[in-house]
């Protein structure tokens, strides 16, 4: 089951910080050097070294070095245990609600005798 899933901590900390979602948008669109994610961002380069780090730790980014250049690339399918276990909550809460509204119901039809 996904709520055991020691990878699904770090993928869940990696995508909790604003920089790192904007860097995984950029990359969904095609690889990048490092400094061209860094350039937006604002941020000066050990820092943006930092969170690519924690997205490589999670599994949501390679990297290759290719002389003084270092490229990033998404891992798109890095984020299917995110999916299956908010799928699984989904799914979870969708009953229980039904179950809520099916109570709720049966008690205004009694209340309406």
């Known amino acids: 089951m996904t709520n055991y899933d020691p990878n699904l901590s770090l ?13 995984l948008t ?11 994610l860094a350039g937006p961002t604002g941020l000066r380069l050990p820092t ?11 599994g949501l980014i390679t990297s290759s070095k290719e002389g003084r250049v270092r490229t990033c690339a998404i891992v798109p ?11 699984q909550q989904r799914v979870i809460w969708e009953d229980r609600l039904g179950r809520l ?10 209340s309406g005798k």
Not at 11 to 23: E, I, K, Y
Not at 101 to 110: I, L, S
Request: a negative charge; zero cysteines; glycine letters at 0%.
């Open 26 to 36: 950029r990359l969904a669109r095609e690889p990048a050097p490092v400094s061209d």
């Open 48 to 58: 943006v070294m930092r969170h690519l780090s924690v997205l490589e730790e999670a």
């Open 77 to 87: 399918e890095a984020l299917d245990p995110a999916r299956l276990w908010l799928d």
């Open 11 to 23: 993928l869940f900390h990696a995508l909790a910080d604003d920089t790192r979602r904007v860097t």
């Open 101 to 110: 509204d099916a109570f709720v119901m049966d008690r205004m039809k009694e």
